[in-house]
């Protein structure tokens, strides 16, 4: 698109001057028709009363997962929370048990950089022999 002089640009710009124009009016006339219909007393119980199905029927869905999973014994989401909680607990105070050590061991002059070995057990089960191996 051209102009008289020859200038392609200017039939551009205004192409793209009526598609913002028309997109900021439309923008503008939908955001009008929402807020008068959301602002509606009748619209604020259609909301709510969705909500509320919504919740009933997803405490239901729960519920019934729930005894699904505990009729085959396996954890529910609640379980693993606590469960979790439980665990977070036992490290706090496991990490409160080493800072008391720590304490006590710089307290008396104990080195705490003391390494500690792990032993291999005994073995005390010894291995079959060849002969034993046809029963």
Do not use: C
């Amino acid at each position: 698109m051209a102009d008289p002089n020859g200038n392609r640009e200017a039939g551009r710009t205004d192409v793209m001057e009526l598609w913002r124009n028309w997109l900021t009016e439309t923008e503008r006339q939908w955001n009008s028709f929402f807020s008068e219909v959301m602002g509606t007393d009748s619209f604020g119980r259609v909301a709510g009363n969705y909500m509320e199905g919504y919740s009933v029927v997803q405490r239901a869905l729960n519920q019934g997962m729930e005894r699904y999973l505990n009729t085959f014994n396996l954890p529910t989401h609640s379980d693993i929370v606590e469960l979790g909680e439980r665990l977070h607990n036992i490290e706090e105070r496991l990490a409160l048990l080493e800072a008391n050590i720590a304490n006590l061991a710089e307290a008396t002059g104990v080195t705490a950089g003391a390494s500690v070995t792990r032993l291999r057990p005994v073995r005390t089960r010894k291995p079959r022999s060849s002969g034993n191996s046809s029963k």
